[in-house]
């Protein structure tokens, strides 16, 4: 990330991990911005925050039960005495469903991955809103390319990040008068750690090589190769930033051309 896009800003990355949540913290930071990371493991914000201080950057971790709305408050702010404000604010927690027949998906299964997927997301943005409007700040939610295929047993995966979608879009309507944008960013198959490890295992149980995998599914996209967590993260910088200024409501698409929209 050569550009300093986020030069002075502080960034939240809530539901950071060691695949995206990492590159985008990473590649925030790298911008020129405060990063603070949050998510359940404290152990894993650590190595996170390491990594940013190894580069020179500046990082704080902030552990956070996202179905918690005391935690999320404290989140708030424990943020603004550390760095005294907040620019942006990245949704990036994820837990996902059972890859099944939506009709053979138990109700309750669905409901409980609202929870973190959905209905977390509007907790941290409606906790985070009055910092975000005294700085004309941005939320970025990352969403995914589930939205435009028709994989099947993807149905309960579908129907929460579908509701992800219409939140950005409808809490854009209500923030972009206070100065506020809220964007989404929807990723095609990462080519990260859980993706690597998915085609492994198809891979054996077909006894050929990960690689046969790999190039059957790049394939399918038009650059013929899947995305990196960097590649993400450089998007979600940009959405992030004065850059993109006039972008809000948008929902950009980060597949090497897997789906069109």
């Known amino acids: ?40 493991s404290a152990a894993r914000l650590e190595e996170i925050t390491e990594e940013v201080h190894r580069l020179g950057g500046v990082a704080g971790e902030l552990p956070v039960d996202l179905t918690d709305r005391a935690s999320i408050t404290g989140l708030v702010d424990r943020t603004r005495r550390r760095f005294g404000r907040v620019d942006a604010v990245v949704f990036n927690a994820f837990s996902r469903p059972p890859l099944q027949r939506l009709l053979d998906t138990d109700s309750d299964t669905v409901r409980q991955s609202s929870d973190i997927n959905l209905l977390a ?28 295929n028709r994989l099947p047993d993807f149905g309960a995966y579908r129907v929460v990040k579908a509701g992800l979608l219409a939140l950005a879009r409808s809490l854009s309507v209500e923030l972009g008068p206070l100065g506020v944008r809220v964007n989404s960013v929807a990723p095609g198959y990462i080519w990260a750690d859980s993706v690597k490890a998915m085609f492994a295992r198809l891979a054996r149980e077909r006894g050929v090589d990960p690689q046969v995998v790999y190039d059957e599914v790049a394939a399918e996209t038009d650059l013929r190769r899947l995305p990196e967590p960097c590649d993400i993260a450089n998007a979600v910088v940009f959405l992030a930033s004065d850059a993109a200024r006039a972008v809000t409501g948008q929902c950009l698409d980060v597949n090497c051309g897997h789906t069109h929209h």
Do not use: C
């Open 1 to 40: 990330m050569p550009w300093a896009l986020l030069e002075d800003k502080v960034v939240v990355v809530s539901g950071a991990g060691p695949g995206l949540g990492r590159a985008i913290a990473v590649g925030s930071a790298q911008a020129g911005a405060k990063v603070v990371v949050a998510a359940r």
């Open 121 to 148: 997301a509007l907790e941290v943005v409606r906790a985070f809103a009055p910092g975000l409007q005294e700085h004309h700040g941005s939320v970025v939610m990352i969403n995914s390319m589930v939205l435009r």
